[in-house]
Structures are given as structure tokens and as C-alpha cells.
């Protein structure tokens, strides 16, 4: 199905090169007739509308569409019943949902979502005292992102917010587009196939010095494909080429910064040499400068 709407969504197959917002005659054949393009544009188009259009059922999963993966992947939310019809519900990654398998490179999140909700609301709270239901809190937070170690929040305060406030373990910076970032550092506890997340005790544990971490040096790994896609294919953009592998477009501006890091900080990661702390979920919100002496010192790793 991924495949079907790729297909009639790109203008690429009737035979024309799209470059920002304008459209170009390309020097392939179509292999779309333009008929059927048009049709399967026009219902597409009312289906992106019906959707924008639908209210969100907040009762049952009040942070679908604002909860991501480490990636940029979202996490769908998900219903299950055992046989004496009790109901267990979940937030997936999406690539799992669409026939994706885990791995230990890749295990994707499963985590019950009564215990994501519950953490996600208190923190909400902490920021606007006045969102005292779903509907309200909806209105106050813009994303929230989960990884290992940590769950990541971006809220819009009512009023000046109150940062000291805050738990002392928790990490929060009010930006300059007036939204306040936290950082939560949380535990994942398993349990029959499942995930909930809970706060932490302490800060939030790093991968183990000396080992690699797969989900760092398969973000470095993706980096490198984007990039050599777009000099592939010049006629596109970092972002089509993200939304084509399911991937949020921030987050892909992002994670195409890391084929710039230093070659020997590369060497690190594959090699599980970086220092202690240093993870995908960091590297892709930091904001790397283009001198590899600083990019050394902001990470962490020796000066050459």
C-alpha cells in the first residue's frame, strides 16, 4: 500500500521533475498516465482533508500525532483484548505496525500506554497548571519523543514559566520560539513483550563506555544514505527523500548533520569508543558546528 501511494503521489512516474515548488518537464517516459495521476491526486487530496478535518478521539488515545521514536518514527497507538476481553492498550512504532520486524539493532517501541500518558500529563501540568483535562493539554504540547533513556518534551507554557520548579533531575530550556523543552530521564520496565515508562531514580543511564551502540551508529548509517541520495538526485530534496522512508522532515534535517561530524568522531562511534552519554537522541538535537575542533569539544572527545 506504501508502495501503491508512492507511486501515485510523485509526479516523478507521469513524467515531470518537481524542484521546490515548481514542476518541470522531465526526459523519461511516464509510466502513470496522467488521467489516472490526476484522479488519484484529486483522492488523495480529499482524504489528507477528511483527515485534518476529523477531530481527535483524545479518550482513547490522547497523544496520537504527537508521539515520535528516537527517529522520527511515530508511535501509533494500538488496541489489544485477551480472551476474557480485557483491553491492554499500546503505543507501536509505526515501521512495526506497517509489517516491520525487531531486532537488536532496531527493536522499535512497544510501551503500554496508560503509564506514557500518565508521565506525559504530569509534565504537562508542571508547565500549564490550567490543562486539567486531555482536550486542554493537547493544546499546550507540541511533541514528545521516546528513546532508551529519556522522554523528551516540547510544551507551550501558559504564562512565564516557572523552570525551577521543575523536578531536579529533569532537563529544561525555554527556546527562543517561546516553547520550554524537557527532558525527562525515565526507565523502561518490560514485561511479557511489552514496555512502560516510568521517571528515573537518578539521571538517565548512558550505553555502556566501550560498547557500541547500534541505534548511533545506525543513525550515522542513515545520515550517509540521505546524503548520497540527495547527490544522487539532485532534483529532490532532504525532505522528500525522508518522507519517502516514513521519517518526520525536522527530524531528517537533523540526522543528515551527523555525515559532517569529524571522520575520526565517526571512527569513535562505530568503533563504540564515544564518550559516556553521547546518543543518537543527542547528537541529533545538538546543534553541531561545521569546525571539527568544536564539534571535539562539544561532545566530548579529545582535541587533536
Not at 531514580?201 to 544514505?225: F, I
Amino acid at each position: 500500500m506504501t508502495t501503491l501511494y508512492h507511486l501515485l503521489s510523485n509526479r516523478l512516474y507521469v513524467g515531470e521533475i518537481v524542484h521546490k515548488d515548481n514542476v518541470y518537464p522531465g526526459q523519461h517516459p511516464a509510466i502513470v498516465d496522467r488521467e489516472t495521476f490526476e484522479a488519484a491526486a484529486a483522492l488523495l487530496a480529499e482524504n489528507r482533508r477528511e483527515r485534518r478535518e476529523r477531530p481527535v478521539t483524545v479518550s482513547r488515545a490522547p497523544l496520537t500525532g504527537l508521539v515520535f521514536d528516537s527517529e522520527g518514527r511515530p508511535l501509533c497507538p494500538v488496541v489489544a483484548r485477551n480472551k476474557p476481553g480485557r483491553i491492554y492498550r499500546y503505543y507501536v512504532s509505526a515501521h512495526l505496525q506497517q509489517g516491520g520486524r525487531t531486532g537488536d539493532d532496531d527493536p522499535g517501541l512497544r510501551i503500554a500506554a496508560p503509564a506514557l500518558e500518565s508521565l506525559v500529563y504530569r509534565c504537562v501540568l508542571q508547565l500549564a497548571p490550567a490543562a486539567t483535562c486531555w482536550e486542554t493539554a493537547r493544546k499546550q504540547l507540541r511533541r514528545v519523543e521516546v528513546d532508551r533513556y529519556s522522554v523528551r518534551f516540547l510544551i507551550e507554557p501558559a504564562g512565564k514559566p516557572r523552570l525551577d520548579r521543575l523536578d531536579a533531575r529533569d532537563e529544561a530550556e525555554l527556546r527562543e520560539d517561546g516553547l520550554v523543552e524537557l527532558i525527562v530521564p525515565t526507565a523502561f520496565r518490560s514485561w511479557a513483550g511489552s514496555s512502560e515508562v516510568h521517571r528515573a531514580k537518578g539521571a538517565a543511564p548512558p550505553p555502556p563506555e566501550g560498547r557500541v551502540d547500534r541505534s548511533l551508529v545506525r543513525g550515522l548509517a542513515r545520515a550517509h544514505a540521505l546524503l548520497r541520495t540527495v547527490k544522487s538526485t539532485p532534483e529532490r530534496t532532504i525532505e522528500s527523500i525522508g518522507a519517502d522512508e516514513g521519517l518526520d522532515q525536522a527530524y531528517v534535517r537533523r540526522l543528515v548533520r551527523l555525515a559532517f561530524l569529524a571522520p575520526d568522531i565517526q571512527q569513535a562511534i562505530v568503533e563504540g569508543q564515544q564518550p559516556t552519554g553521547l546518543s543518537l537522541e543527542r547528537l541529533v538535537r545538538s546543534d553541531l558546528p561545521l569546525r571539527w575542533s568544536e564539534q571535539r569539544r562539544l561532545l566530548g572527545f579529545p582535541a587533536r
